[in-house]
């Protein structure tokens, strides 16, 4: 079995050394987490689910010409990715009001929205993620104009992907949240979408029933999660034909 040296652990991912310099495999884990991990659960097969979703969404996102870090999918359970340098913001496009949104500005869930709306929130789970503005993240130096600009585009981008993908299906992509990252070509630096997309970093809706397909099935204790990603996955055609626990590789220190 591959000894691979492990790099990052999150709440739902693990990140391990690549086999070339410049890349990480990206191990995706069936830890389920909510509230800023306060809530937390062991659910079979998620992992496996996000692993196949955001595979899908980030290949299509390559494939219209969106940069993203992902590279190709080893396994049920892996893949491979670029390294980058992931900028310090979690980047939300909301289409409908909900969630914090609703709570926050005593807007009522399902409320379209005028327009599609960008929020900035500064990754640092201790302060459990706050919401910032673009002054904060220049003043702080999180990035430039230059990247917000960049970021503001590509994240608009990824939103008409993805609301089209979805509507193809009947679902309603209501809001969902991506990281950036800069990697360099030379001297040149460009920002490419990192991390993962699938339904723990968006909210889906059914169209006709309102039925939710995403992580607020968790939060809310609304149902089986398993089952809401799977519809999600079946939906989209890229249903797992064997969802199972892959063996974790061996660690070095």
């Keep these: 079995m591959a000894r691979r040296k492990k790099i990052y652990e999150g709440k739902a991912k693990i ?4 086999p070339e310099p410049g ?3 990206q191990y995706f884990k069936d830890d389920a987490t909510a509230f800023n991990a306060e809530k937390h659960d062991v659910i079979e097969g998620k992992g496996v689910l996000n692993n196949r979703l955001s595979e899908f969404f980030m290949t299509g996102l390559n494939t219209i010409g969106v940069p993203t870090h992902f590279i190709k999918r ?15 913001l979690e980047v939300v496009v909301r289409n409908v009001a909900a969630g914090s949104m ?5 807007i009522e869930e399902g409320t379209q929205l005028p327009r599609p709306i960008i929020e900035f929130y500064y990754k640092d789970d201790a302060l459990g993620d706050p919401l910032v503005t673009e002054e904060h993240v220049i003043a ?3 990035a430039s104009q230059q990247d917000l600009d960049d970021i503001v585009a590509l994240a608009l981008r990824v939103n008409d992907f993805l609301s089209g993908v979805m509507l ?12 950036i990252g ?5 001297d040149f630096m460009r920002l490419i979408v990192a991390d993962e997309i699938s339904p723990d970093s968006c909210r889906l809706w059914d169209i006709k029933t309102g039925q939710k397909l995403d992580k607020d099935v968790f939060r809310r204790d609304l149902g089986n999660l398993t089952d809401a990603y799977t519809e999600v996955a079946r939906r989209l055609g890229v249903l797992p034909s064997n969802v199972t626990h892959a063996t974790k590789p ?4």
């Design 168 to 179: 193809a299906v009947g679902i309603k992509l209501i809001d969902f949240k991506i990281e």
């Design 250 to 253: 061996t660690l070095i220190n």
């Design 15 to 18: 990140l391990y050394e690549g």
């Design 140 to 142: 702080f130096g999180w």
């Design 23 to 25: 890349t990480l495999v």
């Design 102 to 106: 609703s709570k926050r500005l005593g």
């Design 182 to 186: 800069r990697i360099w070509e030379g």
């Design 74 to 88: 080893i396994n049920m359970r892996e893949q491979l990715i670029r390294s980058v340098e992931i900028i310090p």
